[in-house]
Structure formats: structure tokens, C-alpha cells
């Protein structure tokens, strides 16, 4: 069958794939049409809050007679066990343009697509390329990408101001975006936090210590008042989850 009777038979990328890229196969390339870069959310994570999420992928491909259409969906799991899929709002439609770079659309609604936080971490694309005179490349795993839970992170020192040499206690809180209850929620016990100072006037910050999250995901410590200066608490992130840091908060010392 040519691709162009595939294409005409199929609706949507989801159909088109299961035709064109059975289980049993891998990619599939006919004539000289070629995918030559592949560009998820302009190469950074994929981080969902509680909130419906729209990012990019930018598909590059290219074919001497030109591009008829590219396309893509995303999808967790194995190309051949797919947990989940998610197609683009549209494919870029044709260009005379020999080589051409389509911006794809993508939703992810937590709660929906990504259910819940079983699905955060890594993530595929499948992408596909036709040419007007039947060539076609077809990739089961154009890229990989990954897709994180969205971190807030809260810090309070005091008292304020503060005697020089006295203690000062800095409290904390790191929270996660919970896609199954469309809330945020407490990150687990037992997780490191730094917390960092910078001094009055420095655009520098470095670490002081490291503390450990409690069960209810708060953080807290005393350091000795020496320097005017800023301190927040820094979440390094992890697989599934996003770094993030606390707003600052300034302390006079007297």
C-alpha cells in the first residue's frame, strides 16, 4: 500500500501509527524523507502542576520533493505497550520547502493524562514525516522526555531582626503537585533539602547544611546569626519530581 492511501484511510496519528508501525517492527523509513532533530519543550523537563499544561515539540524533517505532513504523539510506557498516548492538537500540513521544522502541540491534564503520579518520569515521542510523492520515515521512539510533578517550596526565618550570635531558627515546607487529587501534597520523609544564604548585596548563594524532610514534608534548623543576608531552602528534584526554590527571605542582624 503507498503511504498516501494509508494516510487517506486513517484518521489521526494514533491510527496512522497502527497501521504504518505495527508492534513487531521498529522504525520505517520509504524513499529519502528523514526526521533530523526531534525537540521536546526546548529541551527541558516537562513539569505539571494541578493545572492543564501546553508545551511544544519541534519536529524537523526533510524530503526533496518537499513535506506533505508531520506529526507526532506522545506516549509512556514501550512503543509496544503504551501506558498512555497523547496526539498533537494538529499536524503541520504541506510545504514545497524542502526541509521543514513543525511546532507541535501537546495537553497534558493531570488528574486525566497523567492520572496520577505513577506516570511522572520518563516519557517517548513517536514522529512521523510524509513527502507528496509517497516517501515517508517513521519513528516508534523519535525522543525521549521527561515529565515531573511540579515542587513548591516555602521558607521563614526567625526572629526578626536578630541579635548577632543568636540562634536563628529556618523552617521550611516542600510540597508536590498531586495530579490524582488535583492538589499539592506533602514530599515524603526523609528527602534532602539545602539550605542556602547569600549575603546582602551577592548575587551568589551557597549551602549551609542539609536537612531532611519530616512526614508532613517540612524542614527546620538554627544556624548563628553572623551576616545581614538571604536564606532560602533549595529543592534538588528528582526523576519525578521538579527542582524548585523557595522565595527568599531577608534577615537583619543587630
Known sequence: MRISSVVAATSGVLALSALALPAAQADQKYGDTEITSVVVNDGRPVVVGTTERDFTVKVTATDPSGLEQINAFLYHGTFENQDVTVPSAAACE???????TCTLTFTLTPGTVP????????????????????DAVFLDAAATFTVQRDTRVTADATPEPVKFGKNLTVKGSVQHADWAAGAYA??????????????????????????????????????PALLDGSYRWSWAGTADTAAAVSDADYVDVR
Open 186 to 223: 506533602p514530599a515524603a520523609a526523609g528527602r534532602p533539602v539545602a539550605l542556602q544564604f547569600r549575603l546582602a548585596d551577592c548575587d551568589s548563594w551557597i549551602t549551609v547544611k542539609t536537612v531532611r524532610t519530616a512526614a508532613d514534608g517540612t524542614v527546620s534548623t538554627t544556624v
Open 94 to 100: 504541506a510545504t514545497t520547502d524542502t526541509t521543514s
Open 115 to 134: 492520572a496520577d503520579g505513577s506516570l511522572a518520569g520518563g516519557w517517548s515521542l513517536s514522529a512521523y514525516a510524509i513527502a507528496p510523492d509517497s
